[in-house]
């Protein structure tokens, strides 16, 4: 009984190495870069443009720039740029860079509370007051718990619009 059980402890162990492997392999920026360039290079970014240069004519139609929530830390007494993730805070920085060059355009944050904190909607807006933006041209998305609950309130606005560049 007991040789039966021994092919299956060699293949057990492959198993572990394998995924433990891959799993190393995954974690590397050169092979996670690899991965996902297809996907970000299926639309072109937004281009860098000057206060005096002409919009492309399909980024002066957009009447919207959304933040996505990433993640803050509610650190009290500190400024909301300071509380924000750095991918929080890169996502807002390039949401206020658009916001002003498209001054009809509003800023819509999104990001629920975690643990009875703020939310991350709100600390967004504050961040983005902050870096110039008027909060009558912000709104906040604060129910949202992932990405596909953050894009539904966003579906009537953009209904009848086309999202390509």
Request: charged share 20%.
């Amino acid at each position: 009984m007991a040789d039966a059980a021994r092919p299956a402890a060699p293949a057990g162990w492959t198993c572990v190495t394998v995924a433990t492997v891959l799993l190393i392999l995954f974690c590397k920026q050169v092979v996670s870069g690899l991965l996902v360039r297809p996907l970000e290079t299926m639309y072109p970014p937004i281009p860098e443009l000057s206060a005096d240069q002409p919009l492309p004519s399909a980024l002066a139609a957009c009447r919207y720039v959304v933040v996505l929530g990433s993640g803050h830390a509610d650190v009290p007494d500190q400024a909301a740029t300071t509380k924000l993730s750095e991918a929080g805070l890169a996502r807002i920085v390039e949401g206020v860079r658009l916001a002003r060059l498209l001054p009809a355009a509003d800023l819509i944050v999104s990001g629920p509370a975690v643990h009875g904190n703020s939310t991350h909607a709100s600390v967004l807006a504050r961040a983005a007051a902050d870096l110039g933006i008027d909060p009558a041209r912000i709104q906040q998305i604060d129910t949202a718990r992932d990405t596909e609950d953050e894009s539904r309130p966003c579906a009537p606005w953009s209904a009848t619009r086309r999202w390509r560049w």
